[in-house]
């Protein structure tokens, strides 16, 4: 992983990530009772020789809901994906630069892709009043499907907490960061 603790937070950086982090927190306790219900519905179906198909979709459904909560948490403590072979051995200023064009380039365009999207998609399914098309399954298709637009809708302040923090080390930072070399790197 690497330690972004070089860029500068501002006031606004501060707000977003404390709040982005206190939501990553509080989905991660989905985790659990998607547990619970996968323990449960096996119980059941192993035990009792009685599956439910309520229970299949609500792990489908909790794992969508930490999912897509989960991916801003994930980006704001930088605990995503990343191949480190190259980015770990280029400067801080390298780094942030390759940052600043990811962010512009590739992910702002596709969160806004998801957005344009995933917003009608979610008012269909809510005028439609759509259900699972299952025997005994879920009702409030809409509600799941909400997660996809909320979700992306919190990725994006996470995003636009990161971009700031880089817009100023990169371009509206007065003096050096400590440890961190300016100019030869």
Known sequence: MVNKDYLPHTSLTRRIDVGIDYIGKLVSYIWLVLLIVIVFNVSLRYLLSEGRIEFEEL???????????????????????????????????????????????????????????????????????????????????????????????????????RFIRVWVFLFLQASPTPGVQHGSE
């Open 59 to 161: 792990q489908w459904h909790l794992y969508a809901i930490g999912f897509l909560l989960g991916l801003s948490y994930a980006y704001q403590a930088d605990s995503h994906i990343r191949v480190d072979v190259l980015h770990e051995r280029l400067s801080h200023r390298a780094q942030a630069w390759i940052e600043l064009y990811g962010i512009l380039l590739f992910l702002l365009p596709f969160i806004a892709l998801i957005l344009i999207y995933s917003v009608p998609f979610v008012a269909s399914s809510f005028a439609l009043s759509e259900v699972s098309p299952s025997p005994g399954g879920l009702p409030l298709r809409w509600l799941i499907k909400a997660s996809l637009p909320l979700g992306f809708s919190l990725l994006f302040l996470a995003v636009l907490s």
